[in-house]
């Protein structure tokens, strides 16, 4: 598909490294029966919806642009959207977390552009624009569960991936592809549902993604909320399927409070659910989200959050107690006695910032091959040098033109020539920069003279530890687009003259127009040559259903014969409900 992005107002903030997951929604592309599958689900689950669902749902569907009889087109969207202050982009199926979460950061519905197909209109293993717009757009328009979304966004995209976590993201796509697409053989979907189970037995201890995934999945995919006894419905993966919407709501799903429990509580995204959580109302989401982003390293910091990020292999960044910045992959920690991080270091491009924008001359350029730097107090000194003012640092034997030997807490020592620093608008010092600097570590060198300028960062602890640039403008290319696309279906010649019979009905629904002779033919047609087809049957039905006509009784008869296979018998008789 080819990637293009129309900038409004909400979509201009997005940073450019989004712009790769962006794709042009192929709205030519939808067959005639795709958008009967639109316009039948969205019928019978407003029908349904208008009963069990929060109150937002309704409304919110008027709110955000969204058709109930024609897939929703993105301008149009974007067109109503933006007076809520949201904007929707389309993707090709799954994203990386980190991505989808840092779209819902800048206000933007990520919408995944292929539809589900006629086979699995009850529920799909992929993610498809009747989930995404049907169910996701409508309960934005409630401000307070828009500012949830957005929050989760900004905290969900500063959580650490485990190494193993792309990987498993990779084949859960390539499953909910297999899965979607009825021209994928047997095989295929069974050694890619194979590897999905591999990978779950072996993911370690869940990583803070995975877990805030798991948070996501139970609010706003697959929440319940009000009375744990009698909840309405919000998530958006219960709202887009005609089955679970239903299911849900029975006994046989258990209900349990939403507590911050749910960040353990795994998921299977192509199964049912056979448990929800219910939140008393969205106020509660926030709670929640705010509980488990205080155990999170971007506000806990130290060894542990090192310690994440050096295991999840991606670029990460770490902020010390003066503000600076150090983004990059990080590879080493070295420990005091005590436990407690004494050096950091990153291998590759490493970029310097504070405040989340980069300091000028500290770029990846500039630190192209890694950074390392001391963390903590001097030996034997009480007073940390960020909290030295200028006469304390000329004691110490710490201003420009001095050659000096720092000796830190856990027996880093750094020994060189002091040519600059750096400062922040309050005059605290965050850069320290030596010429003919040695860095050791009792006997082992961390930094030679030969290699240039060191660099040292200023602070006595590390407060934060989160994944990314603190400055999106540091690195190019972040984020990595997935190899595994999603598959076009090639359609049969049979198959596309049954899209054209689907034409032919809804045009005449279009244009209000109910000729008998040509219904009849269709009918007649479908009867011998797609025998199995239940859902333009129910379409024609509609056309004649307040008709005298003898076309009426003849397709209530063939709809009564479609419903004698189980798979059409609810679906049919859902549809006729409606139209009655």
Not at 15 to 39: C, D, G, M, S
Not at 554 to 570: D, G
Request: proline letters at 4%; charged letters at 25%; glycine letters at 6%.
């Amino acid at each position: 598909m080819k990637k293009t992005i129309k900038l409004n107002k909400v979509t201009k903030q997005l940073p450019k490294h989004l712009h790769k997951f962006i794709v042009k929604q192929p709205y030519k592309e939808y067959t005639p029966q795709n958008q009967a599958v639109w316009r039948y689900v969205m019928r019978t689950n407003i029908d349904f919806l208008s009963k069990v669902a929060h109150h937002s749902y309704i409304n919110g569907l008027k709110q955000t642009g969204i058709s109930v009889n024609e897939i929703p087109k993105m301008e149009g969207m974007n067109r109503i959207l933006k007076e809520i202050g949201w904007a929707a982009v389309s993707v090709d199926g799954f994203i990386p977390p980190n991505a989808f979460m840092e779209f819902q950061a800048y206000n933007v519905l990520v919408i995944a552009s292929d539809i589900r197909t006629i086979d699995h209109i009850k529920y799909t293993p992929a993610p498809d624009i009747i989930h995404e717009a049907a169910g996701h757009a409508p309960i934005i328009a409630n401000p307070e569960y828009a500012e949830y979304l957005r929050r989760f966004g900004e905290i969900g995209s500063k959580a650490i991936s485990s190494a193993k976590d792309y990987e498993m993201y990779e084949a859960i796509r390539l499953l909910s592809i297999l899965k979607e697409n009825p021209n994928a053989t047997k095989q295929e979907i069974e050694d890619a549902q194979q590897k999905v189970e591999t990978l779950q037995k072996n993911m370690g201890t869940p990583s803070e993604m995975a877990q805030i995934r798991n948070l996501h999945w139970w609010t706003v995919e697959y929440g319940l909320i009000g009375d744990l006894k009698n909840p309405k419905i919000y998530g958006a993966g219960l709202l887009s399927s005609i089955g679970e919407s239903k299911w849900c709501l029975t006994n046989q799903v258990k209900k349990i409070p939403y507590t911050i429990a749910a960040a353990k509580q795994n998921f299977d995204i192509t199964q049912p659910q056979p448990q929800l959580f219910v939140t008393p109302d969205f106020a509660h989401l926030s709670l929640v989200l705010e509980e488990f982003a205080n155990t999170m390293a971007l506000r806990t910091g130290g060894l542990e959050g090192v310690q994440k990020l050096i295991a999840s292999k991606n670029i990460g960044t770490i902020e010390l107690s003066t503000g600076i910045q150090i983004s990059g992959v990080f590879t080493n920690v070295i420990t005091s006695e005590n436990n407690k991080p004494v050096y950091i270091q990153t291998t590759g491009p490493t970029a310097l910032a504070r405040r989340d924008k980069e300091l000028i001359g500290h770029g990846v350029n500039y630190h192209s091959e890694g950074f390392g730097s001391p963390i903590g107090k001097l030996k034997g000194i009480n007073l940390a040098i960020e909290d030295m003012s200028p006469k304390d640092l000329e004691i110490y034997g710490i201003y420009e033109g001095k050659k000096t030997t720092l000796l830190f807490e856990g027996n880093i020592k750094v020994e060189g020539e002091v040519i600059t620093g750096k400062r922040d608008l309050q005059g605290k010092i965050l850069l320290i920069s030596f010429k003919n600097c040695t860095v050791t570590h009792n006997e082992t060198i961390l930094f030679h003279p030969n290699w240039g300028v060191y660099d040292m960062a200023v602070g006595k602890e590390i407060v934060s530890a989160f994944a990314g640039p603190a400055s999106v403008k540091s690195f190019k290319n972040l984020g990595k687009v997935s190899t595994h696309n999603t598959q076009k279906i090639s359609y049969s010649a049979k198959e596309l003259e049954l899209h054209t019979l689907y034409k032919k009905v809804a045009d005449l629904r279009e244009s209000n127009t109910k000729d008998i002779e040509t219904l009849t033919q269709i009918l007649k047609t479908l009867k011998t040559s797609f025998p199995e087809d239940w859902l333009l049957p129910l379409e024609i039905y509609e056309l004649v259903a307040d008709l005298k006509t003898p076309l009426k009784e003849t397709v209530q008869n063939h709809l009564e014969e479609l419903k004698q296979n189980n798979s059409f018998t609810e679906l049919i008789e859902n549809g006729i409900k409606l139209i009655s």
